[in-house]
């Protein structure tokens, strides 16, 4: 499976095509709008997400219901492109015209200077329209087709939040999928240990008054995955590895753990290997999962537990220092609008993207051309596992 994004933050849509998608699998667009909706929720956000409503159109590749084998098209419109229609319309307009609003003063922390050095743009609307995580709407969308494949599989995925700034949720490991998704769609911050919400919202309406922003730690659980999924014989074929670089890949990610993580440095071995036990009913097991479900780049059986860490927000109220690329004069920027701190909304960016990545696995390590083929083949695979 694979899969592209388009379009620009203030532009007309964004949209995804996905190619691999096994035939006959039921799809409606309410399978997507409740992954979309759960994205632009989340206690923090700007005015931004008050104007949009991500609701997608499936325009190929679906039929009354059911997938075709065939790429599918999906498209988000943005109904912000309403009020940016002189700014972002695709007709040539004179240099004069365009001079008033050209974006000279880059944002540290966002994409702009960078990408302007690269590309060679005077006017970083060029970059920043781009750059945007709007983009996100998309990976979430064909995300979302990845856990329909996942759930016909007996596979759930789930991302919450971790951390914001400095509250942190206490572990909720015990817990099922199940039980996670129902809480984190309960909470506005998307956490699973309701005794840290208030203080989570209380830092970032703080934030906010400060003129500042926040990040904080998304998790992500995944359940009933298969032992063996991934493959140590090649670097890229190691699903640790892609799941770890397709974390990296949303916008103000900064670094990823599996399981204890960055804590192994301080333990030792016997603190942090998962011990071996058979059963005559379950087969091979772990009575811990502190690796967080990946050995030699497979998965162990166990469920896959993933936390990505998300800088604060580039775009503050209170400026920093930075240098107009024309004038080459200092600046402190004012700006019109931010999200103050955009984790619980990224959990569910993270959630979708781990999801693709176990779902690509699956359908290359399966045959798929119709879901009944990649049901049957995992099935059996499952019981040869079982029986080893
Ligand atoms: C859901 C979400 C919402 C975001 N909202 C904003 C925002 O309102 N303002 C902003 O400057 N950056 C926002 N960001 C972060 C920037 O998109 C990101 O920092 C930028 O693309 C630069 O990429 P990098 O931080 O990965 O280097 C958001 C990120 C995510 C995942
Ligand atoms: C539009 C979304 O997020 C945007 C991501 C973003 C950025 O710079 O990344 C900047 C903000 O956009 P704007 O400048 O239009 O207020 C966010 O609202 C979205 O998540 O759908």
Known sequence: MRYLTAGESH???VSTIIEGVPAKMELVKDDINHSLLRRQGGYGRGRRMKIEKDL??????????????????LVITNDDFKHWVDVMGEDPIDEDANIRRKITKPRPGHADLNGALKYDHRDMRNVLERSSARETTARVAAGAVAKKILNELGIKVI??????????AEDHHHLSVEEKIERSNQSPVRTLDSSKEQEMMDAIDQAKRDGDSIGGIAEVHVEGVPAGLGSHVHYDRKLDSRIAGSVVSINAFKGVEFGVGFDAAKRRGSDVHDEIVHHQDQGFYRTSNRLGGFEGGMTTGMPIIVKGVMKP???LYKPLNS???????????????SDSCA????????????AWEVANALLEQFTSDTIDQLKSEVKRYRERIQSF
């Open 11 to 13: 532009g007309k849509q």
């Open 343 to 354: 984790v619980p909304a990224a959990s569910v960016v993270m959630e979708h993207v781990v």
């Open 159 to 168: 991302g919450y939040v971790k951390r914001i700034y400095q509250v942190e």
């Open 323 to 337: 240098v107009d690329i024309d004038t080459k004069e200092p600046f402190q920027a004012s700006i019109e609008r």
């Open 313 to 315: 927000i580039p775009t």
């Open 56 to 73: 997608v159109e499936i325009t190929s590749g679906v039929r009354h219901g059911y997938t075709l084998g065939s790429p599918i098209s």
